[in-house]
């Protein structure tokens, strides 16, 4: 626009006043003015009905140092309790099942779906991570963390790089993580497909135990995970911006779930045997993931997809979306959904045929066969005095695990083998 | 109509669309005076970083994928 008389000049600066006013209304600004320390903190319950609940606290601290470093330290505790599916299906009597230790029994009722309830664990996570400006143009972080729970340990490093072009409109990013973890299941690692044995069927506690051990392997065993990702953030206008990411990632090891079982039916759909699952030992996956995220005069509203693939055959598609609305400059509540579609690993199965051959890779889980799944969640967020804020969030959960297309025989059919999984997610969280 | 009549529309309609979004990057992007909105806190892509790492932990230990947003990472033995 060119300026050509004192009048437009006058209506100019009148039309930069009013978008400065209106500006002071809409950007709430929320992180803290006057000094370089930054704390967020959150404690979340997750409880699935009749199943898993969780408790979990999460404490993040930020520290600048200067312009150029920022150290980043998080603390993750939480505690698991509950029963979760163990993989074997219903029946029309009740079921006994070993406990994963060996010792004892648990007992499920008539055309119950089987939960094991020894589901216990406690897990502490601690992660740092440093941020450096190099220079104008790139930025580099590296971190470190290591968790610990009681049948699993994990250590991990962290590095990326990224670099700004186009006056800092565009910014790529590549950023790389590896870790070890060891795996020491309660009672040892199954043996894979190997039977379930019961106490029941041993004359004393010495033949079973004996029994027991041939079902199991010696010592721990590891995994080892290595990440890439390649990202690029791009600003569109005022407003809007996108991130496109790209990650690469292999697993090699203990994949499998020494928790869980399947159940060996006859063509009438009695069960026959439980067999422990087995999963292969590498796994490559690809993502894709796309967001775009935009300014609104009394909000924010981001959408994002993602696509996941990997050589056991499990794709998935995931749409997400959070809608911010500020009330009014100290106080906002917030829209979330998300859809997550998923389809079953090639070696899933519901459970095992008797008389088949015994497969090499199996698994019930699940947590791997064909699935949707949504979320729809609330927030509420509260700016206080001095740059704190409070924020509430509930959200729910639930999972509607599919048939993948497997003919159920005989009292199967009277069950529901795929039953939907319900959860409640509340959290308070604060900054400051 | 056959399929040969369309098959030079779709592809020019798509030669039409890769120009655009050609030109179209060509204008990408703002002045460092104009990222007003763009440097609002709330519009960080780690804005709610807690909330997107525990929902992060929940999806990982009850779904098949993980990861994606940013490194999938783990660490946990609940999948």
Redesign the interface.
């Known amino acids: 626009m060119q300026l050509t008389s004192k009048q437009s000049i006058a209506s100019a600066l009148a039309l930069a006043s009013c978008s400065l006013l209106s500006?002071q209304v809409s950007?709430?600004?929320?992180?803290p003015t006057n000094d370089d320390w930054k704390v967020?903190?959150?404690i979340?319950y997750?409880g699935e009905q009749d199943r898993v609940q969780a408790a979990?606290v999460?404490g993040?601290v930020q520290k600048a140092f200067g312009d150029s470093s920022l150290l980043d330290l998080?603390i993750?505790v939480?505690s698991?309790t509950g029963a979760s599916a163990s993989g074997a299906v219903a029946q029309d009597e009740s079921q006994t099942f070993t406990r994963p230790s060996g010792d004892g029994q648990y007992t499920v009722d008539v055309g119950e779906t089987p939960l094991d309830d020894t589901f216990h664990?406690t897990?502490v996570?601690l992660s740092a991570n440093w941020q450096e400006v190099l220079n104008q143009d790139w930025t580099g972080n590296v971190g470190v963390?290591?968790?610990k729970?009681f049948?699993?340990l994990?250590m991990?490093i962290?590095a990326g790089l990224e670099r700004s072009f186009?006056?800092?409109?565009?910014t790529l990013a590549l950023?790389?993580?590896f870790?070890n973890?060891v795996?020491d299941p309660v009672g040892g690692r199954p043996v894979a497909m190997s039977q379930m044995v019961f106490r029941g069927n041993y004359a004393t506690d010495t033949d079973y135990q004996a029994a027991f051990d041939q079902t199991r392997l010696d010592g721990d065993d590891t995994k080892q995970?290595s990440?890439i990702?390649f990202g690029v953030?791009?600003?569109?206008?005022?407003?809007w911006?996108m991130?496109a990411?790209y990650?690469l990632?292999s697993v090699s090891g203990y994949m499998t779930?020494p928790y869980k079982i399947l159940s060996e039916v006859d063509v009438n759909g009695q069960t026959q045997a439980y067999r422990y699952e087995n999963r292969p030992d590498s796994r490559l996956?690809h993502?894709?993931?796309l967001?775009t995220?935009g300014?609104l005069d009394s909000g924010?509203v981001d959408f994002?997809y993602?696509y996941?693939t990997?050589d056991w055959d499990?794709q998935?598609h995931?749409l997400e979306t959070?809608y911010?609305y500020y009330f009014s400059p100290s106080m906002y509540g917030q829209l979330h959904l998300r859809y997550?579609q998923?389809q079953a690993?090639e070696f899933y199965q519901p459970f095992l045929m008797s008389g088949d051959a015994i497969p090499e890779f199996a698994s019930a889980d699940y947590?791997?066969g064909d699935?949707t799944?949504y979320t729809i969640g609330l927030?509420f967020g509260q700016r206080l005095s001095g740059g704190h804020e409070l924020s509430y969030?509930i959200e729910y959960?639930q999972?509607n695990p599919e048939n993948n297309g497997t003919e159920l025989p005989g009292q199967l059919q009277n069950y529901d083998l795929f039953p939907a999984?319900k959860a409640i997610?509340a959290?308070v969280?604060y900054s400051f | 109509m056959t399929k040969a009549f369309y098959k030079p529309l779709a592809k020019a309609a798509v030669a039409l669309a890769i120009v655009n979004i050609l030109a179209g990057c060509s204008s990408?992007?703002?002045?460092?005076w104009?990222?007003?909105?763009?440097a609002?806190?709330?519009?960080a892509?780690n804005?709610?970083?807690?909330?997107l790492?525990?929902d992060d932990?929940?999806?990982f230990s009850?779904?098949?994928?993980s990861?994606?947003?940013?490194?999938?990472?783990?660490?946990?033995?609940?999948?």
């Open positions: 500006q950007a709430v600004e929320m992180t967020d903190a959150a979340m997750y979990e999460i993040n998080k993750v939480d698991l664990d897990r996570q963390y290591g968790s729970e049948d699993y994990s991990g962290n186009n006056k800092n409109n565009t950023s790389g993580a870790s973890d795996v995970t990440d990702m953030t791009q600003i569109i206008n005022r407003n911006l991130q990411n990650g990632s779930d996956k993502s894709v993931f967001l995220k300014a924010v994002s993602r996941s990997d499990i998935s995931t959070h911010r997550y998923q690993a947590r791997i699935m799944a927030k969030r959960y999972q999984v997610v959290q969280s | 990408l992007g703002v002045q460092p104009e990222k007003d909105q763009l609002r806190a709330d519009m892509l804005s709610e970083k807690l909330d790492a525990l932990h929940i999806y009850k779904e098949g994928t990861g994606g947003r940013s490194l999938a990472g783990g660490g946990c033995g609940c999948n």
